[in-house]
């Protein structure tokens, strides 16, 4: 593989011109595909094969009026008691009116008339429904919506429209460019050149622009949830600068060591290129791994965010190599322009890089490394490995505390933004009536007859009734047919407390012996709860699969068993920890205010999964960066020890910029309203700093330095077994051995 790398890379300097054209032939047609056949986004998170999905489909089928979205406008008077005065009843009244004739909606319920009206008369619940789901509510369908109630607020009432349809696409805005605002600060402290940070930044905007548009492009064939356009943009800016940096800095480093620009850039990439090709593969093979939970909106998440990772490992190794071309020697800092082939610089001074191979640089070069930091880093933690060891295994076990205590749900209106309608409105009936009327329940009663359905519904309530936690049951309402009825239940508790999850358990039990009707138990709250139990049991299936992964690919990568197995306990350690951070923020609330979080609880249902995928891969990312180093070192006939002290001097720099690009790119979305995104962004941010710098740059080490020369142990008939995929480039190195007598 380095061998047909080495010569893209080549090819791309030299006909520079043509791939930059061809790349910017792509953005524009991509982004005009993206203009005419953008679809909407999903807000809502559908789980075929679940009780709650199989309602829903019996509503759409049998009961369509009821199958729309709905809406529930919260009314709170100016005072106790007024809703029962005719002046109130007049607001009520034509509030109503007004709610009924909006666009897109098929009618209103006058509380008035069913009694949704608090027990102190001062607040009331507007019932309105929408003749389509809340996915297909136009966004001027929503407005109307929001602006209902003019005359009444003008009155000196509060009026509050929620429920389902105000969910929506979160919004991206400038508190993101924060994140790429430091990443390019942290490139030019790493390049200093100007011209290698913003080239390396330009290569990445380029790469996520190309796999967002391809993305939007086919919203409209397939269905997104609103979350992941922003996954896929968050991961793709992260890894487009990253695998940017890596082979920029490589380049770099054989023009100090004297290559001419062509060939510089060919080892570049065939080098650093084959870990950028194989830690871009084992994002993508983890993120289309969530197909295999067979979890529709999930798979398009993962296959959504491993379309950009491809697209930008594409763009690292053909458009990277051709914008290289252009700079020239201008990617290094100015005084290292001018550099003889020696690999000394015009002032007599060594030229100092981080792949440099000590093997083959000048003694004095060679002090100079010695004294940077990676290096004392490394003889530090090996000197001191046994201690190392047991302080960060102690200290990620003491943040990985919180993580059994960790509670999955669908993000709801209680933890929105405050001031966000959705959350105004849920704060007012939570006030006025209990948390217990935000997260209602359907019950939905089919019989073969109307006079089976008709007799099911008086037992089907009963049992409702007498359920714990149940405050009330609605009366049914009937399909025109008479084979269908719905009816309303509303718990003692909001919807992701612990007790309405059991509730939706003891409800299916009790009318599971009901013989001549099916009774399903659906609504918003069932669905989340269903959502999250599946996602919970698949989490177990999804790790094994990942951590196997795992193994099986370092073991192609460093021919050895305890290396792959030493990288997945310290990838478990990450995520046990990160686990523990985010619960202990977004769930418990701890320093909740720092990351401007407004109201803690569970977390969202698919983030523990979708951050093992994206952890895993970034985690490989900075042990193959870092390891292979050390494998090479040790190959070539340096001890187990000065091959891992090697190893992470050459490296250090370079994944610590990496680290810190990825954490501010992730960082940036801590500053969105969004919950969910908030989230995300805070998980990932936190996990790469922890894999990076305790795992990877601590940790590893130390275990590689106490481990020895077992550490590359392989059964010999296990090595042959083998492929050999040739990340460390030995075959491009006799390649060029015998094509030209120029040194890799």
């Not at 981080?354 to 003694?363: C, L």
């Not at 990496?658 to 501010?664: D, K, P, W």
């Amino acid at each position: 593989m380095a061998t047909l790398l080495y010569r893209l890379g080549r090819g791309a300097l030299r006909r520079r011109r043509l791939v930059v054209a061809l790349w910017l032939v792509v953005l524009v047609g991509a982004g005009l595909a993206a203009a005419t056949l953008r679809g909407p986004t999903a807000s809502n998170f559908t789980m075929p094969g679940t009780e709650s999905q199989r309602a829903l489909d019996l509503l759409a089928e049998q009961f369509p009026a009821a199958s729309g979205a709905t809406g529930t406008i919260t009314v709170k008077a100016p005072g106790d008691g007024q809703l029962a005065t005719p002046q109130g009843q007049a607001v009520v009244q034509e509030l109503v009116q007004q709610a009924g004739t909006l666009p897109g909606v098929v009618g209103a319920v006058n509380p008035l008339q069913v009694g949704a009206v608090s027990p102190n008369g001062r607040y009331a619940l507007v019932q309105v429904q929408f003749a389509t789901g809340a996915d297909e509510v136009t966004d001027e369908q929503k407005t109307a919506y929001e602006e209902v109630g003019a005359a009444a607020k003008a009155q000196g009432w509060q009026v509050a429209p929620g429920g389902e349809v105000l969910g929506g696409e979160p919004e991206i805005g400038s508190t993101e460019a924060l994140g790429v605002v430091v990443a390019a600060i942290v490139l030019i402290i790493t390049f200093g050149s100007l011209v290698a940070a913003g080239m390396t930044m330009l290569n990445a905007l380029i790469g996520v622009g190309v796999g967002m548009a391809g993305l939007f492009a086919l919203s409209g064939a397939v269905q997104l949830t609103s979350t992941a356009p922003i996954l896929a943009l968050m991961l793709g800016l992260a890894v487009g600068i990253d695998y940017s940096l890596f082979i920029t800095s490589r380049h770099r480093q054989n023009l100090l060591d004297g290559l001419p620009p062509d060939e510089a850039v060919g080892r570049a990439v065939g080098t650093a290129g084959s870990a950028v090709v194989f830690a871009g593969a084992t994002v993508v093979i983890a993120l289309a791994g969530l197909a295999v939970v067979d979890i529709p909106f999930l798979t398009v998440m993962g296959l959504a965010a491993a379309g950009t990772v491809t697209v930008a490992v594409l763009v690292a190794i053909t458009l990277q190599p051709a914008l290289l071309g252009f700079a020239g020697r201008r990617v290094l800092p100015r005084r290292l322009r001018a550099v003889p082939t020696d690999g000394t610089a015009t002032d007599g001074t060594a030229a100092d890089e981080d792949d440099t191979d000590v093997s083959d640089r000048p003694a004095a070069t060679t002090t100079n490394e010695q004294n940077r930091f990676g290096f004392r880093w490394a003889r530090l933690v090996t000197r001191f490995r046994v201690p190392v060891i047991l302080v960060g295994l102690l200290g990620l076990g003491l943040l990985a505390l919180p993580t059994p205590d960790m509670r999955l749900a669908l993000p709801g209106a209680a933890t929105a933004a405050v001031g966000s309608p959705a959350r105004v409105a849920n704060d007012l009936t939570v006030e006025g009536f209990g948390p217990g009327f935000t997260g209602r329940l359907a019950v939905v009663v089919a019989g073969d007859s109307p006079q089976a359905t008709s007799a099911a519904v008086p037992q089907v309530t009963a049992l409702l009734q007498r359920t714990d936690n149940v405050l009330a049951v609605a009366p049914p309402q009937l399909s025109p047919d008479g084979r269908t009825a719905l009816l309303g239940v509303v718990p003692k508790t909001g919807p992701t407390d612990a007790a309405t999850e059991t509730l939706v358990h003891d409800i299916r039990g009790s009318v599971s012996g009901i013989r001549d009707a099916d009774v399903l138990l659906t609504g918003v709250t069932a669905i989340g709860i269903d959502v999250s139990e599946k996602l919970s049991d698949a989490l177990p299936i999804y790790l094994l699969l990942v951590v196997g992964l795992s193994v099986l690919l370092l073991m192609l990568v460093f021919r050895s068993l305890l290396v792959p197995v030493k990288a997945a306990l310290g990838f478990l350690l990450t995520v046990a920890a990160t686990f523990g951070i985010t619960v202990a923020v977004f769930q418990q609330g701890h320093l909740a205010d720092l990351v401007g979080l407004d109201t803690p609880g569970p977390l969202i249902s698919f983030l523990p999964i979708l951050l093992i995928g994206i952890l895993f891969g970034l985690a490989m990312d900075y042990e193959v960066f870092l390891v292979s180093r050390m494998r090479e070192d040790f190959v070539h006939g340096a001890t187990a020890r000065q091959a891992t002290i090697s190893g992470m001097g050459h490296g250090a720099r370079v994944v610590t910029a990496a680290a810190l690009i990825m954490m501010s790119v992730f960082g940036g979305f801590v500053f969105l309203d969004d919950p969910v995104i908030k989230s995300m962004g805070f998980a990932l941010a936190v996990g790469v700093a922890i894999d990076a710098f305790v795992v990877r740059m601590t940790i590893v080490p130390a275990v590689m330095s106490l481990l020895g020369d077992r550490a590359w142990w392989l059964p010999r008939w296990l090595d042959r077994a083998l492929p050999n995929v040739d990340i460390e480039g030995e075959g491009l190195r006799t390649h060029l051995t015998t094509q030209t007598p120029t040194r890799v």
